[in-house]
């Protein structure tokens, strides 16, 4: 596993997915600041210099297949156990945000990589506000520096390293519920109500609605 390191990229997302073959399983890639660093559901990710913006790339021998969806919510586990071994009380909002007090301070972007219907591996991107002045945010935001966090970016990028590596082998559902407080509380996704009764072993929600169980994929948790 090797970081490499560029003051700019237009998102380290990008690059990894366009220069996949070129990395080897867990290459890291981070910039100091992107120029067109993406968010999900085709948002923008707000990548001025201060943030952390990374990279991990891994392929498909070292991903057992049942593993693949989870991937990114063990990355958010591995931050959010990062941030609060430094002192912050960081939780997880699912499918993948990490905030604090209401307000997120890292998100997730997990992209697979396909060439000719073939799956080839994934990319995991990481984006943490750290001491960033100018955040342009449609939800509310904080910075590790407003939670009152002196950070070093390398220290905190082997701590989440660590944390992934040593995850992987563990149940992450147990986890992630641990660090999920809206786990057996009424939310609303995406417009539809329900209790956030569980999530499977692929990360997925189960929401108690009124009609049954519904399996949700992906949603924007309201609470
Ligand atoms: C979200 O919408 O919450 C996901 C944000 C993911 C941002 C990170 S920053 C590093 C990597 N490169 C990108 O362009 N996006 C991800």
């Not at 998102?11 to 993406?38: L, R």
């Not at 591995?78 to 909002?93: D, E, I, P, Q, T």
């Not at 604090?100 to 890292?106: A, E, I, L, R």
């Not at 009152?148 to 220290?155: A, E, I, M, P």
Request: glycine content about 8%.
């Amino acid at each position: 596993m090797k970081i490499y390191s560029f003051d700019t990229l237009p998102s380290t997302n990008t690059y990894c997915v366009e220069n996949f073959d070129n990395f080897e399983n867990q290459d890291i890639i981070m910039a100091e600041h992107q120029t067109a660093g993406k968010g999900r559901k085709g948002r923008k990710w707000s990548s001025e210099i201060g943030g952390l913006y990374f990279t991990m790339i891994l392929k498909p021998s070292e991903i057992k297949t049942e593993q693949v969806s989870s991937l990114t919510q063990i990355m958010a586990i591995s931050v959010c156990k990062a941030v609060r071994y430094l002192g912050a009380s960081a939780y997880l909002k699912w499918p993948n945000d990490v905030l604090c007090k209401g307000k997120k301070f890292c998100g997730i972007l997990s992209e697979a990589v396909i060439e000719n219907n073939i799956f080839k591996g994934l990319v995991i991107g990481v984006g943490i506000n750290i001491e960033q002045k100018n955040i342009v945010s449609e939800k509310p935001f904080t910075t590790l520096q407003e939670m009152g966090l002196t950070v070093s970016k390398s220290g905190l990028v082997e701590d989440i390293i660590s944390n992934f590596n040593m995850m992987q082998k563990q149940d992450f559902v147990k986890d992630f519920k641990k660090l999920c407080p809206t786990i057996n509380k009424e939310i609303i996704v995406d417009g539809k109500k329900g209790v956030f009764e569980d999530i499977d072993n692929c990360g997925r929600m189960i929401l108690r609605t009124e009609k049954g169980r519904e399996v949700i994929i992906a949603g924007d948790v309201q609470f």
